[in-house]
């Protein structure tokens, strides 16, 4: 068995970006490298790299979130990057949404030892979830799949005038352009590209912006949605 790589101390910018929470950043640190590692949520070469790639990058999100929202971070996996933002900004009322159940497991042991009680784990779909969750005012997702088949996902969940932010790499301009049509049928009504992070992080980390109209994903999921909202109002009178 190769030796597990050990985690490097925080840098100094984590505690100007978690203040308060510093201890418990360092804490989540220390369970993504531990049981996060042990369960298969991230690879063993992240470890080394785990404060700026991975916590840092996902924390720095916070500059694009308006205040006093609800957040639906959208195939949460390991909690990235959900549980960075939720120490950051604990106006934030955020649902980590994870269909795998070994994730939100580790995500609900997670909320419950950081005492994180503005933070929801829900296990489902994106898909599956459309009416049974109240639309968000904000989506955010992290290496969960290419824009176009993302925006499938998280822009259906989002209320009318909410966001979706999505954190990428150096492909986010083509995935842009690539996905501007599908955009656009979803009821998108301006896309932007943003680099977060200045001082924390280096190279700065990379958002998609995507804002929609009084119909988020289209006409297709508004009847999608009412649908599952008739169907919910159903059961609870049952």
Request: proline share 6%.
């Amino acid at each position: 068995m190769t030796e597990a790589a050990e985690l490097p101390p925080a840098p100094e910018q984590a505690r100007e970006v978690f203040g308060d929470r510093f201890a418990d950043a360092v804490r989540y640190a220390e369970l993504l490298a531990e049981a996060g590692v042990q369960r298969g949520l991230i690879g063993p070469r992240e470890v080394p790299r785990l404060w700026e790639r991975h916590l840092l990058n996902c924390a720095v999100l916070s500059e694009v979130v308006p205040e006093n929202v609800t957040v639906c971070d959208v195939g949460s996996g390991a909690g990235l990057p959900g549980i960075p933002l939720a120490l950051v900004r604990e106006d934030l009322k955020i649902t980590l949404l994870e269909p795998l159940l070994r994730r939100t497991t580790f995500l609900t042991e997670v909320v419950e030892l950081l005492g994180l009680d503005h933070v929801t784990v829900v296990r489902g779909r994106a898909e599956e979830v459309m009416g049974k969750l109240q639309p968000v005012h904000v989506v955010t997702a992290r290496a969960v799949a290419p824009l176009d088949r993302l925006a499938t996902w998280g822009i259906p969940l989002l209320r009318p005038y909410g966001e979706m932010l999505a954190l990428k790499g150096d492909t986010a301009e083509e995935e842009l352009k690539s996905a501007a049509t599908a955009l656009s049928k979803l009821g998108a009504v301006g896309t932007s590209i943003l680099h977060v992070g200045e001082g924390v992080v280096d190279p700065l980390s990379t958002v998609v912006r995507v804002e929609v109209g009084e119909s988020p994903g289209g006409v297709r999921f508004a009847a999608k949605r009412a649908k599952a909202a008739r169907t919910g109002r159903t059961r609870r009178r049952r």
